[in-house]
């Protein structure tokens, strides 16, 4: 009997942190873009805007580290962790979207958030780190068919600017590619909290070189006090968000890491038509639908193989 209760726990405990994760971590990258969106507004540069709220994110997750006393580890292994995946998840990914965000606009970028999990899925599968189930398969063709169906709409839309789609889009392709790398790359026995940390000062100083040897400036406006309080509200918002990236990464794989971008377009979309005044995206209604279906099968998909992996 209370072996039975035991393993009963456990089945809930396999589902309900992944699952816990990914609502919460996807709500914060849709709030994410809507911040992103109205700090350019009030004066900050992309550039600017990304490279302090990282280094403040940075600085809460280390003090959090210290804390728990869960150091980020400083070995050759490590460090190539963490540079590139700064580099691919962080630094040029949000470096894009931010920059695309004044162009296409907030709900859109939350929107396109949703496409990484067909190329994450298709990595895995070529990789072999995940293997082909049809409900999962199935949520991932529902979720990428609603965004791309949005992305269509965005196109042909008389103002849009085909360019900044294009840029904008890169962003969720290096997304993928980060999902894929950090699953493969984790460094043995480190922590998700140790490993957040590190990955965001790798990317505070990529974007701080980057500011040096380019023309973007990452300069903050002083003259009110509106750019410091977006700069420590995405602060705050990167830091709850790559804690819940990496702790996902390691209790729901890849795949379902990658809806974190679905769940995000559900919240930031809404937030940004009735909070921004962003007009509704074409097609919004069928788009958002199957992407909830889509979180939905792949959630549960990833529910049934891990009952699977504990009965065998």
């Not at 606009?105 to 599968?125: D, Q």
Request: hydrophobic fraction near 55%; include cysteine.
């Amino acid at each position: 009997m209370n072996d039975s209760l035991k393993q009963t726990s456990t089945q809930k405990t396999t589902w309900l942190v992944p699952f816990v994760c990914l609502l919460a971590g996807g709500a914060l990258t849709g709030i994410s873009t809507n911040v992103a969106k109205y700090a350019i507004d009030v004066g900050l540069t992309p550039l600017g805007f990304l490279f302090w709220s990282i280094t403040g994110a940075a600085v809460i997750l280390l003090l959090v580290a210290l804390i728990k006393k869960e150091l980020p580890p400083l070995n050759a292994r490590s460090l190539e962790y963490y540079f590139v995946a700064a580099l691919v998840s962080v630094a040029a990914a949000n470096l894009l979207l931010f920059s695309a965000i004044p162009h296409v606009g907030a709900g859109f970028v939350a929107l396109i958030l949703s496409l990484p999990p067909l190329l994450t899925y298709l990595g895995a599968l070529l990789l072999r780190i995940e293997q082909f189930y049809i409900v999962r398969a199935l949520g991932v063709i529902a979720a990428l068919i609603g965004a791309g169906a949005l992305v269509v709409h965005q196109f042909t839309a008389p103002d849009s600017s085909v360019f900044w789609i294009l840029i904008a889009l890169c962003g969720p392709v290096l997304l993928a590619i980060g999902n894929i790398y950090r699953t493969l790359r984790w460094p043995d026995n480190a922590s998700s909290g140790a490993l957040a940390p590190g990955m965001l000062l790798a990317a505070a100083m990529l974007l701080g070189l980057f500011g040096m040897i380019s023309d973007f400036s990452i300069a903050v406006p002083l003259e009110n006090w509106l750019p410091l309080s977006m700069i420590a509200t995405q602060a705050g918002v990167f830091a709850g968000q790559f804690l819940l990236l990496f702790l996902l990464q390691k209790t729901g794989g890849p795949v379902l890491l990658s809806l974190l971008g679905a769940v995000g377009a559900i919240v930031g979309v809404p937030v940004a038509i009735f909070l921004q005044g962003e007009s509704p995206p074409e097609g919004l209604f069928l788009g958002a639908t199957l992407i909830a279906i889509g979180v939905s099968l792949v959630t549960w998909g990833g529910v049934k193989i891990a009952r699977v992996k504990e009965e065998v």
